[in-house]
């Protein structure tokens, strides 16, 4: 955020006039009484003058202020919208989930679109839409997208698109709940940390813990996360970086028969997850769908 203008220095304020300018003239020349002109003269009243003053900028907030006004703002919000892309990629093979949330928090419905493209070793791809509805009455998914036919959404969906059905529903994005703010970066910068598991669900890797529950079980740390601010103090964006935390002082630990810790941590390394908030109180289209209509 750029730091506010210097207000200009007060002016000096102007003081009474200098003087009233004298010397009546005196009359010239003789008069029938003879008598003589004569000449008054006035002082100079000092100037007065103020002492100009400058008003200081305010300090930038700390990091947990400036979190906590962001997150309350939009666990406030009638509504909200915010997109995430989460990323593994490798040599040119891994996989990509796209995903376009939708809150509407005065009706306790929430809309996930979302698109996973994965890339193997052999140069074949697949990709899988859907759509993941969740209201009061239960989550329902529609996969592919538009193909018309709803199913109850299973763990492994909700896990796989990182969203918990039996929370509240509000404008703060589920997988944000755990993150503790550190640093100021500047800028409008923070950075801070987030629990493995929240931030698998933004980086994308939601997928591992939903197919292994040994690795489900046995993981726990936390990702280095930095986030960005308007100029309004509302959230802007989100990185979550693997590779930031597993550098140095490894902050993730956690394995599996499928997946060692060694394995894990080298696919933390080329993991990535972007949030970028779209709206806030504004109007979100999202239509319930005929499984959790009220009948």
Request: hydrophobic share 35%; aromatic share 4%.
């Amino acid at each position: 955020m750029a730091p506010r203008p210097r207000r200009s220095p007060v002016p000096a304020r102007a003081g009474s006039l200098a003087a009233i300018l004298s010397a009546v003239l005196a009359v010239t020349g003789c008069t029938a009484g003879g008598g003589a002109g004569t000449t008054s003269t006035a002082t100079r009243t000092p100037t007065s003058t103020v002492a100009p003053t400058t008003i200081a900028d305010p300090p930038p907030p700390d990091p947990v202020t400036r979190w906590v006004s962001a997150a309350t703002t939009l666990k406030a919000a009638t509504s909200a919208s915010y997109t995430i892309t989460g990323s593994y990629v490798l040599d040119g093979v891994g996989s990509t989930l796209d995903r376009d949330f939708r809150v509407d928090a005065a009706r306790q419905v929430l809309q996930v679109d979302f698109d996973a493209r994965n890339q193997d070793s052999d140069g074949s791809s697949s990709h899988v839409s859907g759509r993941l509805v969740v209201t009061p009455r239960g989550a329902v998914v529609q996969r592919p997208r538009g193909s018309g036919g709803w199913r109850k959404a299973t763990s492994h969906d909700l896990t796989l698109v990182g969203v918990d059905a039996k929370a509240r529903i509000t404008g703060l994005p589920s997988m944000l709940e755990s993150f503790e703010a550190t640093s100021d970066l500047g800028l409008g910068e923070i950075s801070g940390s987030l629990d493995v598991r929240e931030g698998f669900d933004v980086t994308g890797l939601g997928f591992l813990l939903a197919d292994d529950a040994e690795l489900r079980d046995s993981i726990g740390g936390i990702l280095y996360t930095k986030m960005t601010f308007a100029d309004d103090g509302a959230l802007d964006t989100v990185d979550v970086d693997g590779s930031d935390s597993t550098i140095g002082d490894v902050t993730v630990g956690g394995s599996s028969k499928q997946l060692p810790e060694e394995q894990l941590l080298s696919i933390l390394t080329f993991t990535q997850g972007h949030l970028v908030v779209t709206g806030i109180d504004r109007p979100v289209d999202i239509e319930v769908p005929p499984p959790l209509r009220a009948t």
